[in-house]
């Protein structure tokens, strides 16, 4: 089973920019799409960017222009830079990705999280 876990999380100020980061390990055939979602307290976990394993890129309308989502296949990491940050991106960012193991079926995991604060 593929790991994924978070790094780059943080407290930053309106305006500012953080660069969030998804390391994949374990034993690893293919990384299909990544993509990462974010919970903020009390509401639903939603989306937020997506990245093909060839580089097609889509957003939320929230994000769009701020956020770029990017990948290094050679490292098995995914990056969201998230640039002029708001209060309302408070969450904890979740990455996602969907695996072909070498044997078996296609199968998505998730990160543990990482919490990201915008003060105003």
């Known amino acids: 089973q593929v790991q994924l876990v978070e790094y780059g999380g943080g407290l930053v100020q309106a305006g500012g920019s953080l660069r969030l980061s998804c390391a994949a390990s374990?034993?690893?055939?293919?990384?299909?799409?990544m993509g990462w979602y974010r919970e903020a307290s009390g509401k639903q976990r939603e989306f937020v960017a997506r990245?093909?394993?060839?580089?097609?890129?889509n957003y939320a309308d929230s994000v769009q222009g701020r956020f770029t989502i990017s990948r290094d296949n050679a490292k098995n990491t995914m990056y969201l830079q998230m640039n002029s940050l708001k209060p309302e991106d408070t969450a904890v960012y979740y990455c996602?990705?969907?695996?072909?193991?070498?044997?078996?079926?296609?199968?998505?995991?998730w990160g543990q999280g990482t919490q990201v604060t915008v003060s105003s």
């Open positions: 996602t990705a969907t695996i072909t193991p070498y044997s078996g079926a296609v199968y998505s995991t």
């Open positions: 374990g034993t690893i055939f293919r990384i299909n799409s």
């Open positions: 990245i093909g394993n060839i580089g097609a890129a």
